[in-house]
């Protein structure tokens, strides 16, 4: 089986716009479409969202508000992120608001990607009853209809100048190495990491590689079209 490349984009907003509109087009002509991760309580660029929905690009919603649950003791330890540690009932009542403020902005979408990739069991229970179809979490893809999963860890940028040219060679070499390998191969941008042009020319590096190897572009929704890997 051929390899897929998924292209991620988040961070989308106002005062990133041109930076998301220029990545956008690199892609444009390299017949790569964006999975964009878009969060309206925290992004006002759902006009642009709307258009690029439009002309083909996918939408995954990316939480709600990106608050972690402050009652958590372990989450507020390590890592915090919105859905990383939340029971089904309290992921539920982000999911609600959350698909009531996409209406709002004329949104609407079945897939799904926590912030920081981050995901409880019990949000993916409230991701099933709130008929999600799909969850992209760190390391695979999730058909929620089935319980069947993609293998692929996603491959992204660090934070920092001093990790900056670690990761980028990273990112660049991890890509070759799953589309050689047949894999799924899963670029995560943040538009705050485009304003600096390393990271931006590392991004454009890891695409042209997997398709270099013959990986096939496609959105997460599109995988779901596609026979799936082995079970969850």
């Known amino acids: 089986m051929a390899a897929r490349l998924v292209v991620s984009l988040s961070g989308i907003g106002t005062r990133t716009l041109d930076r998301c509109a220029d990545l956008s087009a ?11 991760l878009f969060a309206p309580r925290v992004s006002d660029a759902a006009e642009w969202v709307r258009a690029r929905q439009a002309a083909g690009d996918a939408l995954l919603m990316h939480g709600f508000d990106h608050n972690a649950d402050p009652r958590s003791r372990a989450l507020a330890l390590t890592r915090r992120a919105e859905f990383a540690a939340l029971p089904a009932h309290e992921a539920g009542l982000r999911l609600t608001a959350a698909m009531l403020a996409f209406a709002r902005v004329g949104l609407e979408t079945g897939s799904f990607a926590p912030p920081r990739w981050l995901v409880s069991h019990g949000s993916l229970t409230a991701l099933r009853r709130k008929d999600f179809a799909l969850c992209a979490d760190l390391t695979g893809v999730r058909d929620l209809r089935v319980g069947l999963v993609h293998k692929g860890r996603v491959l992204g940028l660090g934070h920092g100048d001093r990790t900056e040219p670690w990761w980028c060679y990273a990112m660049v070499l991890g890509a070759a190495r799953t589309a050689r390998r047949g894999g799924l191969v899963r670029i995560a941008v943040d538009a705050a990491d485009l304003a600096r042009s390393g990271p931006r020319q ?13 990986a096939v572009a496609v959105t997460y929704p599109d995988l779901l079209k596609a026979p799936l890997a082995r079970a969850a």
Do not use: F
Request: net charge negative; glycine share 4%.
């Open 26 to 36: 690199e892609l444009v002509r390299r017949n790569v479409p964006l999975s964009m």
């Open 202 to 214: 590392a991004v454009l590096d890891a695409v042209d590689i997997a398709l270099h190897h013959g």
